[in-house]
């Protein structure tokens, strides 16, 4: 063992050592966060220690939560951020917020006070334990080093089992500088991925379902997130044409199928849906929902599908299952394994569904409504015109991060996803601006061959704008594109079609995107017209580093966006 000075003795570790070390036996690849004062040890322990682990340091600790998120989405593993004390905790609570209602897991560390000064009134002290609860399937405060790790391999075991999510540890200053028996570090390698220990549930749930689909002639599947992070690409399309059932999906269900597969419906519900996509969840008999909640975006607040219609219902959290509509066929399970369990059971049913006319009809009305749009030359730009741009140019291996506001819901609608996988990270759970740009790092980080696009309004920009001089410091190749319209544009949609157009402290002023991501060093670009709009975007993409373009683009008070109850 090589020698650490005066804090690792022989066979012993300070506890900052035995933290690097387990992370290490968990394969932990990259970690993103911020230093802070608690977190002196680790931090040297860090940097005196052979490993082969990547540590980016961010601008803030929200974003480096969105940062480990965006990373545990594209590469299957576990995301790791870490912050300080007092406010570092306070700022990193959002992004596991996000992560954990949207089942990705992530492991936060926090460096805490010494256990010695609690109660004493020292900077920074807060109880992080109660502070997380809430908000994570699981945490803890390492009050000593001898249980360090224990608590890291049940933080990497419940994160990545049953319906993932995010987790947290406390570490103490004085937990990181005790020592402890090295032996003690060694890592369940199962859970250094997930989903891990996937579930399925009893043969005879299965026949039950198969029973009702036999029977059924207007069923349709959809399918939230929890396909994508089982990966059940192949099983869910092979079950579709079994019986010609229709996909659709949630927003946070896109990528589960290639969307110019004649199956594919696209998205559903109020946000990214559209009237001819949601006549046929409307007309079906039987809805087979798969990783998903059928919450209040997915279902119109529950009014589609409508009551009486037959449910079948799989997730991986049994919570889930009938918590909105009454469930003919619940089935705890994991997707991939469940799906393809559901399929031995139909093997030789009579396909009768008459999906492809279903799917290709509602894909026509969509897209000569949007296509409409997307060939306006009217200024300013129409946001459809940017996604019409996009499906063109960019490769299909491409990663797309998208803020809520303006991207979401006209990526959600018209961007046709043309491979499965994951291509596409929104944050779904609370919608927070600022995530994008974040996400996108992660991603890039994650995956980095891939063009990683972050979109985001001009609200979100300045959320995140501080993470530009991460993205030069690091040459991350991560392109960027802001909707200009200076106003909180979702909110503004709102007062719109609800409260009689009463803007109320909505708008703000014109800020110059492009010329602050210069100033940060991002070869940038302004959009005015939809006649330089290509090209534009043509060359931010070809730009060998990070790059932005800055679209000056029409408010979503006044577009035609794909959002249910801004419509009269």
């Known amino acids: 063992m090589e020698s650490t000075g005066n804090i690792s003795r022989g066979n012993m570790l ?110 920074t002290e807060l109880d992080q334990v109660a502070l997380f609860k809430p908000v994570t399937k699981w945490n803890t405060s390492l009050d000593d080093a001898a249980g360090l790790p224990s608590a890291v391999r049940k933080a990497f075991r419940t994160m990545t089992t049953g319906r993932p999510g995010a987790v947290h540890l406390a570490f103490p200053f004085d937990t990181q500088k005790i020592t402890l028996d090295e032996q003690q570090i060694w890592a369940e390698k199962r859970h250094a991925y997930f989903p891990a220990e996937r579930l399925l549930d009893t ?7 198969a029973a009702i689909l036999r029977e059924a002639e207007n069923a349709l599947i959809i399918c939230g997130g929890g396909p994508v992070i089982s990966g059940a690409y192949e099983e869910l399309y092979k079950l579709a044409e079994l019986l010609e059932i229709p996909i659709a999906t949630t927003v946070s269900g896109q990528g589960v199928v290639a969307e ?26 039987v809805i087979l929902f798969i990783g998903c909640r059928a919450g209040s975006v997915t279902t119109e607040r529950w009014r589609s599908p409508k ?28 997707a991939k394994l469940a799906l393809a369990e559901l399929s031995k059971c139909l093997d030789g049913a009579e396909n009768r569904n008459k999906g492809l006319v279903r799917s290709a009809s509602a894909w026509e009305t969509k897209v000569r409504d949007f296509e409409a749009l997307a060939t306006s030359s009217d200024s300013p730009i129409k946001p459809e015109a940017v996604v019409a741009s996009l499906m063109d140019i960019l490769p299909k291996d491409a990663v797309i991060c998208a803020d809520p506001g303006t991207p979401c819901p006209y990526f959600s609608a018209h961007y ?59 040459q991350l190749p991560i392109k960027m594109l802001v909707f ?28 110059d995107h492009a010329a602050v991501a210069s100033a940060f060093g991002v070869k940038s670009w302004r959009a005015n017209k939809p006649s330089e709009l ?28 794909p959002v249910s109850e801004w419509v009269a």
């Open 534 to 561: 290509r090209s534009v975007i043509a060359e931010v993409l070809s730009h060998d580093g990070p790059a932005l373009v800055d679209i000056i683009s029409q408010p979503l008070h006044e577009a035609n966006a």
């Open 484 to 511: 200009s319209n200076n106003t909180f544009g979702w909110i503004k949609a709102g007062q719109n079609s609800g409260f009689d157009k009463r803007f109320y402290n909505v708008d703000f002023g014109e800020t």
């Open 307 to 334: 009551p009486g219609v037959k449910i079948i219902h799989i997730d991986s959290d049994p919570d889930v299952i009938g918590a909105n509509y009454k469930t003919d066929v619940g089935i705890v399970s994991d």
């Open 203 to 209: 043969k005879d749930k299965f026949e039950d379902a």
């Open 260 to 285: 110019h597969a004649p199956l594919a419906l696209g998205v559903v519900g109020s946000n990214g849906g559209v009237p001819s996509t949601r006549q046929v969840v409307d007309e079906s008999d």
């Open 14 to 123: 300070s506890g900052a050592e035995a933290m690097v070390r387990m992370l290490q036996a968990y394969d932990v690849k990259h970690i993103f966060g911020l230093c802070g004062d608690t977190t002196l040890p680790f931090y040297d322990a860090l940097a005196r220690l052979d490993h082969d682990i990547v540590h980016y340091l961010t601008r803030d600790e929200r974003h480096a939560a969105y940062m480990a998120d965006g990373y545990a989405r594209v590469t299957g593993k576990p995301g790791i951020c870490e912050g300080p004390s007092g406010g570092g905790a306070t700022y990193i609570l959002p992004g596991l917020v996000e992560a954990n209602e949207s089942s990705i897991p992530i492991l936060a560390i926090t460096t805490d006070v010494a256990t010695t000064s609690r109660g004493k009134y020292p900077l």
């Open 416 to 474: 046709r996803w043309p491979v499965a996988g994951r291509h596409f990270i929104t944050n779904r759970a609370h919608g927070a601006l600022g995530y994008s740009l974040a996400a996108a790092i992660g991603a890039q980080v994650g995956r980095p061959n891939a063009t990683v696009l972050s979109v985001m309004g001009d609200g979100s920009f300045n959320f995140s704008c501080g993470e530009l001089e991460t993205i030069v410091r690091y």
